[in-house]
């Protein structure tokens, strides 16, 4: 009894490493494959639209939200970020795979700088995605050649049951660019810092 299920264990794991294996790296902007720990720059895919990724105020109290710069004569990069792929050994950055997004910065806030899904606003019906607790599972999906921040719980939350993935998008609140999910979704490009 024991062998056969130390042999189902064993052929598991194989055929998750092999999907693993299959499923095609996340590549930034010179072509190379995104890797875990590597400080990437999370930037729009359209170079004309606005900055890159960073932290931000949206209220006058913590936590602070996942935003935007905006478009001005220097477009800034915005903060840093790491990724970290749920799958432990995996130092590349796969294409519909759960990872960790924290940026690598120091916030106002006494809290960690890693992303989170915030609850439903109220007026917006949109969840913010919010820095500090509890992290939440994110992953990077490619659509139609450009990349896209989806959150849709899998390998990290086998027991989740389905949940209501989304992808990311800006949300424009009082002037600031926020990053939101329920909404149409806007695509990303990823610089090594």
Do not use: H
């Not at 902007?29 to 606005?50: F, H, I, K, M, N």
């Not at 990053?179 to 610089?191: E, I, N, Q, V």
């Amino acid at each position: 009894m024991f062998r056969m299920i130390g042999s189902f264990s064993f052929v598991w794991l194989l055929m998750t490493i092999s999907t693993a294996a299959q499923t095609p790296a996340v590549l930034d902007t010179t072509g190379q494959p995104l890797r875990s720990g590597v400080e990437y720059y999370v930037l729009p895919a359209a170079t004309d639209t606005a900055g890159g990724l960073t932290l931000m105020n949206r209220t006058d109290s913590c936590p602070l939200y996942v935003g935007q710069e905006p478009l001005s004569t220097v477009v800034s990069p915005g903060l840093p970020v790491i990724f970290t792929p749920f799958s432990a050994g995996d130092g590349i950055i796969r294409e519909s795979r759960d990872l960790r997004i924290a940026f690598s910065a120091v916030s106002i806030c006494a809290q960690s700088t890693s992303w989170r899904v915030g609850e439903e606003d109220a007026e917006t019906s949109r969840r913010f995605i919010v820095t500090g607790g509890e992290q939440s599972y994110l992953r990077i999906d490619k659509n139609g050649g450009l990349y896209e921040l989806v959150w849709c719980p899998g390998e990290s939350c086998p027991d989740c049951g389905r949940p209501r993935c989304s992808s990311a998008g800006i949300l424009i609140e009082n002037g600031k660019r926020l990053l939101a999910l329920d909404g149409p979704a806007f695509p990303f490009r990823f610089r090594r810092a």
